[in-house]
């Protein structure tokens, strides 16, 4: 069995406003998860609590990933265990190729695994980027650009898509990776992560909107209200909220005396 | 009441007589042309004030903490060689080929060599005083007369009568050089250091230049004053780079400035590492048509650093452009100041002129001035700037972390590719490796 993230009662806040209000979630190595929900419902600020995002102030509950224990750890410790999240806006950092970066990356976690390793050589490199170029059918120029600097909305979530690929984590999230794409780009970056997809790799997309599930097929449907997942099914659920909306699980929820 | 007294400092001048004019010509057995240019720069230093904080291009620059007991004695050269210089300066600048290298240590020459490829066009590249023996003419025609004069500053005045080595560039008519020229100044004791670099291209010539000014860092204060010329006639072209890695005790003062022909291009290029404290002036004249000119920067002090670059483009004929583009990162307690200013004369119609300045800032000491200004005389023109100073972004860190660099390799990452715009106009790599081992070094250095 894969390595998993387990969510576990998670509180946050973020400058002293609870957001998060009693998470539970757990992904395996191998699953494709959905989490959806209305603006404000606390889905990237999971997304940002899992990977560390210093603004983000856990008040109670756990992360664990993979055994350890997450809330010891900075970001990049983080990362090199095997967690991996697509922005849902992407940094842009000028003057670092993409190939500079990714180089940097992998270098990063050679030496974290080995402080002797004087990281890849610059042909295998090479040879491991345009490989994953190749799969994702990504034009060979785009290592040579500046990271995300002066990228469309479509070029920056396909260049994360890019670094998911070179990463090879164990769980990636894809944090609102729909967001401002048109439906071609929608579709080039879905066909992305479904390529990466499978017994080695454990996805949680969260989205606002139910169509990019039409291309990325979850196994499991979360949906988030208030700071907590509400409702937890089937690729059925997605369905039911892309015809109900959230009005009736709200009412649900009031129902149940909250 | 508790008062508080402080003694007023003064902007003191270096203890330097008309003696000691006398004795630098003197040592030297000049002829005497050049010293009387040497006698008439004294008396015009003698009757310029020293700068103070209440003149406008000094007013953030106070140098009153200068001890000119050391930094204003005049230094006795101690026996250097080549290889007291150290070994990255020396490298040739293209994979095994120079075209010409001129080092010195202190104010000697201790290594000159210039391939037979450049002197086969009749090139020249020697040590100013050599130059001014050797080529009478051509350094009377040019040495400065065309781009700094006594008259143009206090320390200008200084080094125009007390200079005590330099470095003379001579590219003729027509001639396009392939092979880069070198000069270092390599400064090894304490004392003040005059040096003087003169760069004449003849018409359609075109070479590339790097100059370096480095020296170890000495436990008592030492100085630089320094004057650069670079004369770029009619469709010449000239790349010239200038690297400053001065040890920690000093203070510099220099005047460098362009004078650029009709059509021809000067990209210019200066990174800023060392030092105690820079002021420097440079200037870009764009006296002919159709005449383009580029400088850029980047500085990074860290520690308790002091640098203040004073840029001037002046547009001083028509179809002229110029670009500036000065990028600093700031570390500790260190201070920048760039003030920069465009000028178009009158007639001075259908330039362009771009200046840009940007500053990250390494934690809450440290503070960069940025200070763009415009005087334009032509009402068609174009001319514009940006300035932006902030904080490194701690969202792009982030990024860089959540794909497993470390936070210190991420800053090393962010401040690299902040420096790449600049640094990608350098036309050698090794330099260019060199510059990014010097940030490495910053961020890894703590004061």
């Avoid at chain 2, 001579?170 to 100044?185: C, D, M, N, Q």
């Amino acid at each position: 069995m894969g390595a998993a993230l387990e969510i576990r009662n998670l509180h946050v806040s973020v400058e002293d406003q609870p957001i998060l209000r009693g998470v539970n979630l757990t992904v395996q190595q191998g699953e494709v998860h959905a989490l959806m929900g209305p603006n404000g419902s606390g889905k990237s600020t999971l997304a940002n609590t899992i990977m560390g995002h210093p603004a983000y102030a856990i008040t109670a509950g756990q992360l664990i990933f993979d055994g350890e224990d997450l809330l010891e750890l900075e970001t990049d410790e983080r990362a090199r265990l095997g967690l991996f999240m697509a922005f849902q806006y992407p940094v842009a950092i000028p003057g670092v190729t993409v190939a500079n970066f990714l180089r940097n990356a992998i270098n990063a976690r050679m030496k974290s695994q080995d402080p002797e390793s004087k990281g890849i050589g610059i042909p295998a490199f090479r040879k491991l980027m345009l490989d994953k170029m190749d799969l994702l059918q990504m034009d060979k120029s785009f290592g040579g650009r500046y990271l995300n600097d002066g990228f469309s909305g479509g070029e920056k979530k396909r260049a994360e898509i890019l670094q998911m690929a070179v990463m090879e984590p164990q769980i990636a999230i894809m944090d609102e990776t729909d967001s401002g794409l048109d439906i071609d780009a929608l579709r080039v970056v879905s066909e992305g992560v479904n390529t990466l997809s499978g017994p080695e790799l454990g996805v949680l997309v969260i989205t606002h909107y139910q169509r990019i599930l039409n291309y990325i097929k979850p196994q499991y449907v979360h949906i988030m209200l208030d700071g907590q997942i509400a409702e937890s099914g089937g690729p059925e659920l997605a369905v039911h909220l892309e015809e109900h909306g959230y009005d009736w699980l709200r009412e649900k929820q009031n129902g149940n005396g909250k | 009441m508790a008062t508080r007294r402080r003694v007023a400092r003064e902007f003191k001048a270096p203890p330097f007589t008309r003696a000691d004019v006398e004795a630098v010509s003197a040592r030297y057995d000049e002829p005497d042309w050049l010293r009387q240019l040497r006698l008439e720069a004294w008396a015009t230093y003698e009757g310029t004030p020293m700068p103070t904080t209440k003149d406008e291009p000094w007013r953030r620059t106070d140098y009153r903490h200068i001890n000119w007991d050391s930094a204003g004695t005049l230094l006795a050269p101690n026996g250097g060689q080549l290889d007291d210089i150290p070994a990255a300066s020396r490298q040739p600048l293209l994979g095994e080929e120079q075209g010409g290298m001129l080092a010195f240590v202190d104010d000697v020459v201790v290594h000159h060599e210039v391939s037979e490829a450049l002197t086969g066009q009749g090139v020249i590249f020697t040590d100013l005083r050599t130059a001014a023996v050797e080529h009478p003419d051509l350094v009377r025609d040019h040495f400065m007369t065309h781009a700094i004069t006594p008259e143009t500053g206090k320390f200008a005045a200084l080094n125009a009568a007390l200079w005590t080595h330099g470095t003379f560039l001579y590219v003729p008519r027509g001639k396009t050089v392939e092979l880069p020229a070198h000069s270092i100044f390599y400064t090894t004791q304490p004392g003040v250091s005059l040096g003087h670099m003169l760069v004449v291209l003849e018409e359609g010539a075109q070479i590339d230049y790097l100059h370096e000014s480095l020296s170890p860092t000495l436990d008592v204060d030492g100085s630089f004053i320094g004057a650069t010329e670079l004369i770029v006639k009619d469709g010449a072209n000239l790349r010239f780079v200038s690297l400053q890695d001065w040890g920690h005790h000093m203070f510099e003062f220099s005047h460098q400035r362009a004078r650029v022909g009709n059509d021809a291009q000067l990209d210019w290029i200066t990174g800023q590492m060392g030092s105690k404290f820079v002021k420097a002036f440079l200037e870009i004249d764009l006296d002919g048509q159709g005449s383009w000119g580029r400088m850029s920067a980047v500085y990074f002090p860290d520690g308790k650093q002091f640098m203040d670059l004073d840029t001037q483009q002046n547009h001083n004929a028509p179809h002229t452009t110029s670009d500036l583009l000065f990028k600093g990162v700031l570390k500790d307690e260190s201070r920048s100041v760039w003030q920069g200013m465009i000028k178009a004369l009158p007639g001075a119609q259908k330039t362009d002129g771009f200046q840009a300045n940007r500053n990250m800032l390494m934690g809450n000491k440290t503070r960069a001035d940025s200070i763009p200004g415009l005087e334009i005389e032509a009402d068609d023109v174009r001319c514009t700037h940006a300035s932006a100073t902030g904080q490194i972004e701690e969202e792009m860190i982030y990024y860089l972390m959540t794909r497993g660099l470390p936070r210190d390799e991420a800053v090393k990452l962010a401040v690299d590719g902040f420096f790449v715009p600049v640094l990608d106009r350098i036309p050698f790599e090794n330099v260019r490796d060199r510059m990014l081992a010097y940030v490495e070094r910053k961020l890894l250095g703590h004061d």
